[in-house]
């Protein structure tokens, strides 16, 4: 009787602790403070949050959502440039048009996708990437592709084994297997310009004090990038006219030379689980704290002015915030909560979800009929949010980047959420 009654004590206490362990998965996948892979806005890494982030990107004009289940990508909004890779240039709203590629390639792993000013791109199994839209060999050399085309080095040999990709408007920046980072595109320029192509562009290693820099996430805005280093630093390169780049200074040294951000000349940034950048401005999340930092000309940085800063500033969100993400446009960010969605910044297109006024200089009020999100990803003038595989948008709507026909074609604000059909 007494073994019995000591085995069932033991099957007791091995379901308890597996009970508590399913627990704590269920609550690192939703949570900031959590370890896993993130990216909204296409952005990736090893310290973030909700992992379905990477899977959903908008830079301006045209939003894409991948869908790792049926391996499917699907696009929406301007396609001038081929950027939506349906094999055509055509802008549209509804339905979302099939993202193809430009070979027999298949999607047998879908690992990230990400959106340029007038590109797209999705990372895939073994590291590759491919890409739709306007490519640039960073010699000025370009041309427009309307379905993906992989990505090579000079000479041929085909990208592989990286492990997350971002997008400024106009380059591509990624993180290999190595943790080294390395980028490509129009400003990523070679003095031998016979060797390179769009599709085998120049490919530049960044560095930081004169060594490479080794990153786990990576994000990139209008024409600067930024990585969580693997001390958990923050480091961004690029353009730092509107302080960016969040090292004090407005200077900007060689492109592809990248520099710590700081709270102060004293104090660097510590402890970065996420980072996102936006045209002229930047936000990284530390233990539950919101930094944002470069151009507030109509408050994105969510301090309560509209004063450039050049150091990381400390933005106080509303009262019990789980943050579930944040991101980043052109004049505007925005933060999801379990419960709600605030954005603060420009509003001249209903873009923060709010009426009333033209630019808000603090986290909220919260947008209009939300309830919370799990992803948030934003354009130059548009919101996007997923909760539950539902999409919602809000903004404006000239080229579809709405998902939606409501006001397809003009510039009209559009602040209550509309939904996404994806049939």
Known sequence: ???????????????????????DVRVA???????????????????SFNSLNKYFSSKTTHVCAGDPTSRT????????????????????ATPPQLFTFNSTTTIQNLLQVIAGNDFTCVLIQNGEVHCSGRLCDGTLNCSDHIRAVRISQSGGTALAALKSIAADNYNTCGIWSDD??????RDYSSTISSTFSPTSPHITP????SQPLLAKQITGGGDHFCAIALDDTLYCWGQNTYGNR????????????????????????????????????TCAYTQNQLYCWGGNNFGQVGDGSITQRNFATAITLPPNSNVTDFSLGYYHTCLSTENNIYCWGGNDFGQLGTTGASQVTTPGPAVLNATGAENIFLGSSSSCSSLSGQVHCWGVNQHGQLGHPQNFGNVNANPTPLSVNFQ
């Open 29 to 47: 996948s939703t949570g900031l403070g959590s370890s896993g892979s993130n990216g909204s806005g296409g952005d990736t890494g090893s310290s």
């Open 180 to 185: 080294s980072v390395k980028c490509w595109g």
């Open 73 to 92: 990508v699907r696009c929406w909004g301007r396609n001038s440039r081929g950027q939506l890779g349906n094999g055509t240039q055509t802008s549209t």
């Open 246 to 281: 969040g090292d004090g200074t407005t200077t900007t040294p060689f492109l592809a030379s990248a520099t710590q951000s700081r709270i102060s000349a004293s104090q660097i940034l510590q402890n970065v689980q996420a980072v996102r950048a936006g045209d002229r401005h």
């Open 1 to 23: 009787m007494k073994i019995q009654y000591f085995y069932i004590l033991f099957l007791v206490s091995l379901l308890v602790i597996a009970y508590q362990n399913c627990a």
């Open 206 to 209: 960044i560095t930081r004090n």
